[in-house]
């Protein structure tokens, strides 16, 4: 529309100063004739705007002229630009919808916004997906309150981050000396992705026991944005090798259950496993990165049966031997409790 695109042409000016037509022409996918008589709509409209020719000329607003459209203090500017991760406005068929709104806010705002704006984009980021194998319920509710000041001035002021860190696994504190690159919200758990001795790292902020911001300037990878180092680290934590394919059968009144335990096991290769058919069974195949993996079916004691290979079928039976010597005494007395 005639109107989107006046607008369009004023920003343009406004951060841009003087422009070709023929670049604003191809910007919006227009001739050059027409931005010619939008810059004739412009100038009656009062807006200063006037046209040099030659080699060096163009299209222009008179000097000091400006006009705030967004009325956008700094931290809304800055909240514009953290945005869900790429693929959310992909499937919805709105990225290139979302890159145009963006430059045209970018190039409405005051000059003094506009390098904290473009920091944030580049800085901050927000991926709404769950992980393969996401947390519980009981794990979201239980999540503590994380205070990402030290963390935020870390990565805004370009400075290294002394921290110590707690791991998951087993409780150890560290303390490391990382670079950090930014923060990354995923399906609501913030992490820092930083370098450690020059390698990607991944951080739950919640992990982090205390941090200092120290006087020595980051020393990122060269090239190495914040959206390349979450997309390796992304993938090396989803992007697992397929060690054992399992061909198994599920009691289709447990299969529901099954899906919402399992679903992120199945193979991606076959279909899933449908709730309605015929027979007392749906047939499930499942791709494992291990053989002792396996052993996640047991919690569906007979409701569950791997058909095939051989070799699970061992690894479960191993494991229930184990679980079976366990509590010999109560299975001897008939012990239910």
């Given at each position: 529309m005639k109107s989107d695109r006046l607008l369009s042409i004023l920003l343009l000016l406004q951060t841009r100063g003087r422009v070709p037509a023929a670049e604003l022409a191809e910007r919006l996918e227009v001739s050059v004739r027409t931005i010619y008589?939008?810059?004739?709509?412009?100038?009656?409209?009062?807006?200063?705007?006037?046209?040099?020719?030659?080699?060096?000329?163009?299209?222009?607003?008179?000097p000091g002229f400006r006009t705030d459209v967004t009325g956008l203090t700094s931290d809304e500017a800055r909240a514009l630009f953290v945005l869900a991760a790429q693929g959310a406005h992909s499937?919805?068929?709105?990225?290139?919808?979302?890159?145009?709104?963006?430059?045209?806010?970018?190039?409405?705002?005051?000059?003094?916004?506009?390098?904290?704006?473009?920091?944030t984009s580049r800085r901050i980021l927000i991926d709404?997906?769950?992980?393969?194998?996401?947390?519980?319920?009981?794990?979201?509710?239980?999540?503590?309150?994380?205070?990402?000041?030290?963390?935020?001035?870390?990565?805004?002021?370009?400075?290294r981050l002394r921290m110590r860190y707690r791991h998951g696994g087993n409780g150890e504190q560290h303390t490391y000396t990382v670079d950090p690159y930014g923060l990354v919200a995923k399906a609501g758990v913030w992490y820092l992705v930083a370098d450690l001795r020059s390698r990607p790292r991944l951080f739950r902020a919640d992990r982090v026991v205390s941090a200092t911001v120290l006087d020595s300037p980051v020393?990122?990878?060269?090239?190495i944005e914040l959206a390349d180092a979450w997309d390796a680290l992304r993938d090396a934590v989803q992007v697992r090798p397929t060690v054992i394919r399992v061909h198994a059968r599920v009691r289709r009144e447990r299969l529901a259950l099954f899906l919402r335990i399992c679903g992120t096991m199945l193979d991606p290769g076959h279909a899933?496993?449908?709730?309605?058919?015929?027979g007392e069974w749906a047939e499930a195949r499942m791709a494992y990165p291990a053989f002792g993996a396996v052993c996640q079916l047991l919690q569906f004691g007979g409701d569950v049966e791997v058909l095939d290979p051989p070799?699970?079928?061992?690894?479960?039976?191993?494991?229930?031997?184990?679980?079976?010597?366990?509590?010999?005494?109560?299975?001897?007395q008939g012990d239910t409790t």
């Open positions: 008589r939008d810059i004739e709509s412009l100038s009656t409209a009062g807006v200063p705007v006037y046209a040099e020719r030659g080699r060096h000329g163009g299209i222009a607003l008179l499937a919805l068929g709105l990225e290139g919808a979302l890159g145009s709104a963006l430059r045209k806010i970018m190039a409405a705002l005051p000059a003094p916004h506009r390098p904290a704006a473009e920091l709404p997906e769950r992980w393969q194998l996401g947390p519980t319920e009981r794990e979201r509710r239980d999540r503590p309150v994380v205070d990402l000041d030290v963390l935020h001035t870390a990565v805004f002021a370009d400075r020393q990122r990878r060269a090239g899933p496993p449908e709730a309605t058919g015929g070799a699970a079928r061992a690894e479960l039976a191993r494991a229930a031997r184990e679980v079976t010597a366990l509590y010999p005494l109560h299975l001897q």
